[in-house]
Structures are given as C-alpha cells and as structure tokens.
C-alpha cells in the first residue's frame, strides 16, 4: 500500500496531464456508432476547437 500511495504521490502531476489531453482529444472527435457518444460535461466545451 505504501509503494501505490508513494507512485500516486510522485506522479499526479504527470497522471493529471494524460488525463487532460485524453480530454481534449475525447471532446474534439466524435463517436464511431450515433447512438453511443456518452454526454460531455459543460466544461469541457471550452476545450472545443471551433
């Protein structure tokens, strides 16, 4: 348990990056199958590219 809390502690910054250009590249593509794409969050939307 230590060594999870040890990772987690050193690495959320860089978790916390993937995390945020997963968003991005989630809200600027679409959805394969129409009736599948799961609703965005509000503020994600200012992540949009017009």
Same mark, same amino acid.
């Given at each position: 348990m230590r060594k999870i %809390? *040890? *990772?987690? %502690?050193?690495h959320a910054s860089v978790m916390a990056?993937?995390?945020m250009v997963f968003s991005v590249m989630a809200i600027?593509?679409?959805c394969v199958c129409?009736?599948?794409q @799961? @609703?965005?969050p509000d503020?994600?939307?200012k992540l949009k590219k017009n």
């Open positions: %809390k *040890f *990772f987690m %502690k050193n990056s993937i995390a600027n593509s679409r129409i009736y599948h @799961p @609703p965005m503020s994600l939307q």
